[in-house]
């Protein structure tokens, strides 16, 4: 790790020397902003996002920044250890060609609404969560498009995983968008010292409209944590009715957040965005590439990254150059031996397209512990 100066207001602590143009200026930006408290934190897997950093962690007192947690509120992992040790090429074929049939992935949903608890707590006084309601009940249990994905795994602890990416779908996205455009707003209107072209407008903890966010954050917490558990709970039937395996260890994590907590002597709300919370003890996940490696961890409670680690290996190019560079061969060479689909002719999802996870994890062995290293052997994508 290493400490920038670069004469902000508050320096940044960076876990990696690989950082593009972009994404430093975006960690200068958020090291300027008026309320960021103690240091800014940039993990091994840092990239530029919209606004700040993915791989970026702010602390920041008495104030929300909705483009510090990102669109995809509580997008994160979910892994389950199994009890089985063995699994065939054909197995792994039939368990994702029925997950297939119970899972939409990319733009689709259910056809019918989905029951859960958890829209017992909506918060259905706050405008955008009483508009998006009804439209969420056919999202839950839907896994998204992108990077998002459901893979069967070996872990080098000799066991089978089953491991999904995904968040709060839609619903997330329009929670984020209608609170960051009241930010925007209200900073004008404010006169706000945080420049528009930062993309970083914030909301003080202790208006009506930083209260409504926080409550709408925390609903699309829920719903997300609620996606991903419908999701496995169906994985898990498949799994268990191919190859009579149970599951006998959960772990889930949200990777896009901000939560109120002590840091320093103080409390402030810590913005991970694209960062996991890694207290001691604390068990997380890390995902490497539909190709290569992800890790269980545990935390090591550094205070220094705001008890943060890494939530990925992290892009290393953009979609599109990922598109122009990587060629089917490659992409080939890189799922070999892998249960996958077929590419398509789009290759932004490569393992090519992502920074070497066993690089991103040597980078952080200050902030967390790996415990099971994972390898793909089946993948399906969003
Ligand atoms: P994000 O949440 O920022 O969209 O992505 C999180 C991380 O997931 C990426 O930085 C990347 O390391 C990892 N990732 C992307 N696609 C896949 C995949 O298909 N499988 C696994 N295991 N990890 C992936
Ligand atoms: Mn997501
Ligand atoms: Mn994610």
Known sequence: MKTWHNNN??????????????????????????????????MPDCHSGYGMPIGGVLAAHNVVVPNAVGVDIGCGMVAVKTSAKEITT?????????AREVIP???????????????????????????????????????????????IQKGDDGFIWLMLHSGSRNLGKKVADYFNKKAVELNK?????????????????????????????????????????????????????????TPVEQIDVHHNYAALEKHYGEKVWVHRKGAIRMRKGEIG??????????????????????????HGAGRKMSRRKANEVITEEMAQ??????????????????????????EVIANELDLIKPLVKLVPLGVMKG
């Open 285 to 310: 996940i890390i995902p490497g590439s539909m190709g290569t490696p992800s890790y269980i961890v545990e935390g090591l409670g550094n205070p220094e990254s705001f008890h943060s680690a890494s």
């Open 189 to 245: 209107k404010w006169r706000a010292e945080v420049p528009k072209e930062w993309d970083l407008a914030f909301l003080p903890a202790n208006t009506e409209e930083g209260q409504n966010y926080i409550e709408a954050m925390n609903f699309c917490l829920a719903f997300a944590y609620a996606n991903r558990s419908k999701m496995m709970d169906r994985f898990i039937e498949i799994f268990y009715d191919i190859t009579g395996h």
């Open 90 to 98: 054909e197995q792994i074929k039939k368990i994702l060609g029925k």
């Open 9 to 42: 207001r508050i320096p940044i602590k960076c876990w990696t020397d690989d950082i593009e143009d972009e994404c430093l200026k975006q960690a200068n930006n958020l090291a300027n902003l008026p309320f960021a408290f103690h240091h800014i934190a940039l």
């Open 105 to 151: 992935v990319g733009f689709n949903h259910h056809k019918e609404p989905q029951a859960s608890d958890v829209f017992k707590e909506a918060p259905s006084h706050i405008p955008i969560i009483r508009q998006e309601l009804q439209s969420a009940k056919y999202q839950l249990g839907t896994l998204g498009g992108g990077n998002h994905v459901i893979e």
């Open 333 to 358: 060479e890189a799922m070999k031996g892998i249960v996958f689909g077929r590419f398509n002719g789009k290759y932004d999802e490569c393992p090519q397209a992502y920074k070497d996870i066993d």
